[in-house]
């Protein structure tokens, strides 16, 4: 079955293994079978409550063993998810609200419901939900009146440097392609079990449920809270042989395993994205989990993911994130936008048919971003630095915004975090480059060091040039949602102390 809609993905893992289970929460368990027959019933319950083809529908629920079906019915219906992660302050969720216009949204969060009625904007919780995955009527909608491949199937919001989040729009065409592409290096199997507990607002946590039910492996949705002390015992617990990292988590299940009497859970793969894995937690993982296999990988919202390493690759080209998915290209330009040979340095630029249709309601925007060469298929400037080797893999050397200049050198701040993990006694590193016409950038370290001694230390990692003017130590690093290094946070704690 060439499946190009969304929905097609689960019907034709519902087909072929019927009893297999798909998705469990730890409390509750549900087979491919089971979630699809689920997913229909919901499609029918939105169209009864006007949901109609190109709608959006808001999704700020739990993520637990009922959340598959009902992104899929959304898919099935021909409507739009947005999912969007709760609490969060008032503000965002307006901003969400207004920009999306969603007809429906599916949510317990009190905040939410109230902003969505004060907008005359229809709300159901989880309870109402479950009664008609559970009692709704059977059968597909009438023939004609689903979506198309390329109608647009899910809004993900993704921060900038400055304003409000952005939606990268994504059609069918676009996911089922990406989640094929990565499946085909990533290799999850049918007995794998992916323990995920990345939010799934964001990119990384959400397309878990996609690839595994490519896959035909077992999702385990993971409550927030198993990212701290619960993480290693939630993993032996589950079975976990699958997990999606971000430096964070690899961090702090480092620190779980390193423990005396620290039980070993069966993980055989690790994959990462979204920031640069540390390779001293790399090899501390595979120290203590000797059968691990790594894969890194790198990409944006607005292409899915651009590249992977082949597993265990990191090892052999240390400084690579992976070459472009089967069925796509990576390059740099110049300042000018010309195309550049390998091994040069530009701007990373994307070209396939995963890079997505483009900003919700952001022209300008789109059209710097997305631009159209000779062919079918945009091209993606991502904003990003790096070049790609003569053997086709992607090296990253920093995004736009934190690229920064420290005593007249152009320095990336990826490259000082690097450095700084490197610098023996530091657990976790983020760089806040020169602000407000401050001179100098200031490391945060998580660390067992006088800020003096970091910066020492780091003169043995780095050029003088590029050491920061100066180092904070904290407790810990503040973290977005997403488990990234939130460096909003960090430039108010930046504030705070010149105040």
Not at 188 to 205: A, I, W
Request: charged share 25%; glycine share 10%; aromatic share 4%.
């Amino acid at each position: 079955m060439n499946a190009t809609l969304l929905h097609d993905l689960l019907d034709a893992t519902a087909a072929a293994r019927p009893d297999a289970s798909a998705v469990d929460d730890g409390t509750t368990c549900r087979t491919y079978h089971q979630v699809r027959d689920a997913s229909v019933r919901l499609a029918g319950r939105l169209r009864a409550d006007g949901v109609r083809r190109g709608d959006r529908v808001l999704v700020a629920l739990p993520a637990d063993a009922a959340l598959p079906a009902l992104l899929y019915a959304v898919a099935r219906a021909g409507a739009v998810f947005v999912v969007v992660r709760t609490p969060a302050p008032d503000v965002a969720l307006a901003h969400v609200l207004d920009d999306a216009e969603p007809t429906l949204v599916l949510t317990d969060d009190a905040a939410l419901g109230d902003l969505a009625r004060a907008r005359h904007v229809p709300v159901r919780g989880a309870a109402e939900l479950a009664r008609a995955a559970a009692n709704g009527a059977d059968g597909d909608p009438p023939a004609g009146a689903g979506p198309l491949a390329v109608d647009p199937v899910c809004l993900i919001y993704t921060s900038g440097s400055t304003g409000m989040p952005k939606a990268v729009v994504s059609t069918h065409a676009q996911v089922t392609f990406a989640v094929r592409a990565i499946q085909s290096e990533l290799r999850y199997r049918p007995d794998d079990v992916v323990h995920d507990v990345l939010p799934t607002s964001f990119d990384y946590g959400l397309y878990q449920i996609f690839l595994s039910t490519v896959a035909g492996a077992r999702l385990r949705l993971g409550d927030p809270a198993e990212t701290g002390g619960r993480l290693l015992v939630s993993l032996v617990e589950s079975g976990a042989t699958v997990l999606p990292c971000v430096p964070s988590l690899a961090i702090n299940l480092l620190r779980l395993l390193g423990r005396p009497g620290a039980p070993r859970p069966p993980l055989r793969l690790v994959t990462n994205t979204g920031a640069a894995m540390p390779p001293e937690v790399l090899a501390g993982l595979r120290r203590l989990l000797p059968d691990l296999i790594v894969q890194l990988m790198f990409g944006l919202t607005e292409c899915k993911r651009a590249a992977i390493m082949p597993p265990d690759e990191d090892l052999r080209r240390p400084g690579a994130c992976g070459r472009a998915l089967p069925g796509t290209e990576i390059f740099t330009v110049d300042a000018d936008g010309r195309r550049q040979p390998a091994g040069v340095t530009g701007e990373l630029v994307v070209r396939g048919p995963h890079v997505m249709a483009g900003y919700w309601r952001r022209p300008e925007l789109t059209a710097e971003r997305f631009r159209r060469a000779h062919g079918l298929f945009p091209q993606l400037h991502t904003g990003d630095h790096g070049l790609v080797d003569p053997d086709g893999y992607v090296h990253f050397t920093g995004r736009r915004d934190d690229v920064y200049k420290e005593k007249g050198t152009r320095v990336s701040a990826t490259e000082v975090e690097a450095a700084a993990y490197r610098v023996d006694g530091v657990d976790a590193a983020g760089v806040l480059p020169p602000v407000d016409g401050h001179d100098g950038a200031t490391l945060f370290v998580v660390a067992a060091l006088a800020p003096g001694d970091v910066l020492s230390r780091l003169r043995g990692q780095l050029e003088e040039m590029k050491v920061p003017a100066r180092c904070v130590v904290l407790p810990a690093l503040p973290l977005t949602g997403n488990g990234k290094v939130d460096r909003r946070a960090l430039a108010r704690l930046a504030g705070e102390r010149r105040g």
